[in-house]
């Protein structure tokens, strides 16, 4: 029982220690530029494979939604239950631990109220607080002639400016097409669109709803939508990792 608390124990740090190593100066500079960053390689092809295998076991999720139905697209995704499993909950504690100090920063450029605590679990008290108690980290699974209309992920009055998603399948491999996509919405100007090749274990941190964007009179909000393009073969996974709980 000792052995096996402690190979639990040195894989979380492992993950831990993965996230404290990825180039967070650049993200920081890309984010407020382009409205994502890409953070690089976060899983292990094991994990990924083993993070996959979870979307069999309905046990593990409070919510499974068929896109169609609500017109969000096509395909089919399912929201986690709390206790999340191990490695979501250690990469969501991780990743705010890194994102919420630029977090601040983007509300003070906006003359925005809100501010977020140093830690996810001071986040989640507030969302609870206001009656969001509901976990929204995710598996999405894409097949053939699936796609994700775009969207932003808003479940309430709280939201974390960030969300972070990583691709656990093999691109040209395991599925073609399926390209994320991020559009950003400018005023009386076209918007700007990235269409991107994640690999498998690459993840991207994207701007939840807007970014801050330099005017004449200091800052706007310019908004930002996301996606995913058709997927024209095969079977496509991927994992959420959204901070705030929904209502």
């Not at 096996?4 to 984010?31: N, Y």
């Not at 896109?67 to 969000?72: K, L, P, V």
Request: charged content about 25%.
């Amino acid at each position: 029982m000792r052995n096996t608390l402690d190979a639990i124990l040195a894989k979380k740090k492992m993950i831990s220690e993965r996230i404290d190593a990825l180039s967070w100066t650049a993200a920081q500079e890309s984010l407020p530029r382009m409205g994502y960053a890409r953070l690089g390689s976060i899983l292990k092809q094991e994990e990924c494979e083993r993070s996959k295998s979870l979307y069999a076991k309905p046990e593990l999720f409070r919510k499974r939604i068929e896109m169609e139905r609500f017109r969000f697209g096509k395909g089919q995704y399912q929201y986690f239950q709390y206790p999340l499993p191990g490695l979501v909950a250690e990469l969501r504690v991780a990743l705010f631990r890194h994102l919420v100090k630029l977090a601040n920063d983007w509300m003070a450029a906006l003359c925005l109220p809100e501010t977020y605590p140093d830690s996810l679990g001071g986040f989640l008290q507030r969302c609870h607080s206001v009656g969001q108690t509901q976990p929204t980290p995710l598996l999405l699974r894409y097949r053939a002639g699936d796609f994700n209309c775009l969207h932003q992920d808003i479940y309430g009055e709280l939201a974390f400016p960030f969300q972070v998603v990583c691709c656990l399948s093999r691109p040209g491999d395991e599925f073609t097409g399926g390209e994320f996509l991020l559009v950003e919405q400018r005023p009386r100007a076209q918007s700007i669109g990235h269409a991107l090749r994640l690999e498998q274990g690459e993840a991207i941190v994207i701007a939840t709803r807007y970014k801050p964007v330099k005017g004449l009179n200091g800052y706007y909000r310019g908004n930002v939508r996301h996606g995913v393009s058709p997927i024209l073969s095969g079977e496509r996974f991927s994992l959420g990792i959204i901070f705030h709980d929904a209502s």
